[in-house]
């Protein structure tokens, strides 16, 4: 247990849904990341929050939505995905996002396939 | 950007030491880390070394930096079925604060 914890674990979607992930950590960390795995690329980060604020958006298409409502939870929204969204998705929390000592905390993941 | 490269496969027996192996681009990466993930569960922290140190020790976990070549490797000493899993290199990239991962490599011990 790394303290922070993802809902759903798996998730099989199709690509007019409209379906969130959520995130919660109990470190009492000020910020929260998302990254995608797929099975053919290394890791790849797509939001940062840090302070409830996003600072960091890498290139994300607008089918992905982020929201952070509070230091202890996040939310990915999804609609109309595409198949090659399918991939793991983690989230991970560390103390400060500015800090270059900050070590980031994974949760087990989001199993999600897009039909 | 920072890449970050790794063999995809190792194989060892059990009681063998392991020696993943991991090259980067990035000099200025300040924090070079170790994750394991083992099947069906997220990355777990190993061990993080800075880069003004050449080893890290930690119990059965040795890091080694060369800085020259930008080189990082992770050995496990005495290694177990239950190391078995993927092990993922990442880099701090300093100007985005972000870190890039390396593609991981999968670790089978054999009994």
């Known amino acids: 247990e790394t303290g922070v914890t993802q809902t759903p674990r798996h998730l099989v979607m199709g690509m007019t849904n409209k379906k969130s992930l959520k995130c919660e950590q109990h470190l009492g960390h000020n910020a929260m990341y998302w990254y995608k795995q797929s099975a053919k690329k290394p890791l790849e980060l797509m939001f940062v929050?840090?302070?409830?604020?996003?600072?960091e958006n890498n290139s994300v298409p607008s089918r992905f939505s982020p929201e952070c409502p509070n230091s202890s939870h996040l939310f990915l929204h999804l609609h109309t995905l595409q198949p090659e969204d399918s991939a793991l998705y983690l989230c991970?929390?560390?103390?400060?996002?500015?800090?270059?000592?900050?070590?980031?905390?994974f949760g087990p993941g989001t199993r999600l396939t897009v039909l | 950007g920072e890449d970050v490269e790794q063999s995809l496969f190792l194989s060892v027996r059990e009681g063998d030491s392991s020696v993943i192996n991991c090259t980067y681009t990035?000099?200025?990466?300040?924090?070079l880390y170790w994750y394991k993930q083992e099947p069906g569960a997220g990355l777990q922290l190993l061990t993080y070394i800075f880069s003004n140190m050449d080893m890290k020790q930690d119990q059965r976990l040795t890091v080694l930096l060369n800085k020259k070549d930008k080189h990082l490797s992770l050995r496990i000493a005495d290694t177990q079925t239950g190391d078995s899993a993927i092990y993922f290199c990442?880099?701090?990239?300093?100007?985005?604060?972000?870190?890039?991962f390396g593609s991981g490599t999968r670790l089978q011990v054999q009994p």
């Open positions: 990035d000099s200025s990466s300040t924090y």
């Open positions: 929050y840090n302070f409830k604020e996003q600072t």
């Open positions: 991970a929390s560390s103390q400060d996002w500015t800090v270059f000592t900050d070590t980031q905390y």
């Open positions: 990442a880099g701090m990239d300093t100007g985005r604060r972000a870190l890039t």
